[in-house]
């Protein structure tokens, strides 16, 4: 087994063992021996590097969530990690509850949404979040997490600040029941659903368009679109101090965080210092369809990848002197060597 054969990259080397995590006995198991674990879920946010991996690779496939057995449940859900994302969303949307619409679409597996605190349109998972239990390799005992102690950030939690000492094993999610989504505070999809923003609009509808919104984007995985046979967004969007993005052009986007500092977006900083969609670096390239998202897009190694990250982070440290961070997950590579 190859890392290139479990994410979405599709590029990465070797690995000396390879365990699938069907349940929690053999996930357990295999985390608890001495040797190096790597623990991944459905691979949409991992570049590995080309060189082997000498260690174990265990990819969390657990199943079930309470939808599965009570079609009438409450709002509280319990689902496990192995769950593919983006299937238990449609599964509450399809059930009458609201709170994970706008989060459609996203690859991943469960177990790695609260890591991530993945969010999109105005919406993070840690609004929903109502526990998440754990095994601490460190204690080596189970841990059960709530809200407040999850560390929750923007793209951030406490499970990434510390990434390989918790393995979730279930997530619950305090949803609501009703037709109407959460009131859409972004303007793209507003528009999308022909609505003003700060309004309502059905859930199912909701669902529908984000989906579209983000295979027009090529975010949505295709076996035959090489523009997402990547991770999504590579970098996180950076936050400034005030002072500093007053000085910025006055039609860069700009988002205050509650902590008074000013949120940019990454992608518009990358078209704004040059890096345009397509540019390419051996195999590698820039999405066709967002600036944001890099691509195998012709038998890419991931030094390719590794190359044309670290020429887009100077493009933007050149322009605006601002440090562009990544969103994906480094496994045996990084940004400072090559």
């Not at 890392?3 to 699938?20: P, Q």
């Not at 449940?73 to 990690?81: D, E, F, K, L, Y």
């Not at 109407?180 to 909701?206: C, D, H, Q």
């Not at 890419?300 to 670290?310: V, Y």
Request: hydrophobic share 40%; with cysteine; aromatic share 6%.
């Amino acid at each position: 087994m190859r890392f290139s054969d479990l994410t979405t990259f599709r590029v990465g080397g070797l690995i000396s063992e390879f365990v699938e995590g069907t349940s929690e006995e053999i996930i357990l198991k295999t985390v608890n021996k001495s040797e190096p674990v790597q623990v991944i879920g459905g691979g949409s946010n991992i570049l590995a590097g080309d060189s082997d991996f000498d260690g174990t690779v265990l990819r969390i496939s657990n199943q079930g969530s309470e939808l599965d057995y009570d079609a009438c449940s409450g709002g509280m859900i319990t689902v496990a990690a192995g769950v593919e994302w983006d299937a238990f969303v449609g599964q509450t949307v399809a059930a009458g509850f609201s709170g994970l619409e706008t989060l459609s679409g996203i690859p991943g597996r469960v177990g790695a949404a609260p890591i991530q605190n993945i969010g999109a349109y105005g919406q993070e998972l840690k609004e929903v979040v109502a526990r998440v239990r754990t095994w601490d390799r460190v204690a080596k005992e189970q841990s059960t997490f709530t809200p407040n102690q999850c560390g929750f950030g923007y793209r951030s939690s406490l499970f990434k600040e510390e990434p390989n000492r918790f393995v979730i094993l279930d997530v619950t999610v305090q949803l609501k029941r009703g037709e109407l989504s959460i009131p859409i505070t972004y303007s793209e999809l507003a528009n999308e659903l022909e609505i003003k923003v700060g309004e309502r609009a059905s859930v199912s509808a909701v669902r529908e368009r984000v989906l579209k919104i983000r295979e027009r984007k090529g975010m949505l995985l295709s076996e035959h679109d090489r523009d997402t046979w990547s991770a999504g967004s590579f970098f996180v969007n950076p936050s400034v101090t005030s002072e500093f993005a007053t000085g910025l052009p006055q039609a860069a986007p700009q988002w205050p965080n509650p902590d008074g500092t000013v949120k940019l977006s990454a992608a518009w900083l990358l078209e704004q210092s040059g890096i345009k969609k397509g540019q390419r670096h051996a195999g590698a390239g820039i999405s066709t369809k967002h600036v944001l998202a890099l691509a195998n897009l012709s038998q890419a190694r991931s030094d390719d990848l590794i190359e044309l990250a670290k020429a887009c982070q100077e493009a933007v440290r050149t322009k605006f002197g601002i440090a562009l961070e990544p969103e994906v997950r480094l496994v045996n590579c990084d940004l400072t060597s090559h």
